[in-house]
């Protein structure tokens, strides 16, 4: 079983940095591919990062150079290191859990945390 729980998030100003952390209190985390998830205010749900079991990582083309995704599996933490943040940046983040080779149905959610940037 995998519970996600996020935090990290709030209102930091535009060039400002913000991390996130995901901590997962299951046992099958090294498994799983991590990712943050972003909802903006009237707009779909995007990828931000992801990072493999195995360390590989995916970024979307918006957050490249100024977002890192790591994880520490000792820790079941998934982290998401924001910085030079801009307001298009201002979203619900999300953290999820995927295994590979399952449909999308079967993946796991955190409950969401607010990263507002704005002077």
């Known amino acids: 079983q995998v519970q996600l729980v996020e935090s990290g998030g709030g209102l930091v100003q535009p060039g400002g940095s913000l991390r996130l952390s995901c901590a997962d209190s299951?046992?099958?985390?090294?498994?799983?591919?991590m990712g943050w998830y972003r909802q903006g205010p009237g707009k779909q749900r995007e990828l931000v990062a992801s990072?493999?079991?195995?360390?590989?990582?995916i970024y979307a083309d918006s957050v490249k150079g100024r977002f890192t995704i790591s994880r520490d599996n000792a820790k079941n933490t998934v982290y998401l290191q924001m910085n030079s943040l801009k307001p298009e940046d201002t979203a619900v983040y999300y953290c999820?859990?995927?295994?590979?080779?399952?449909?999308?149905?079967?993946?796991?959610w955190g409950q969401g945390t607010q990263v507002t940037v704005s002077s």
């Open positions: 299951g046992s099958v985390f090294r498994i799983y591919t």
């Open positions: 990072i493999t079991g195995g360390g590989k990582e």
């Open positions: 999820n859990g995927h295994l590979e080779g399952t449909p999308p149905q079967y993946d796991y």
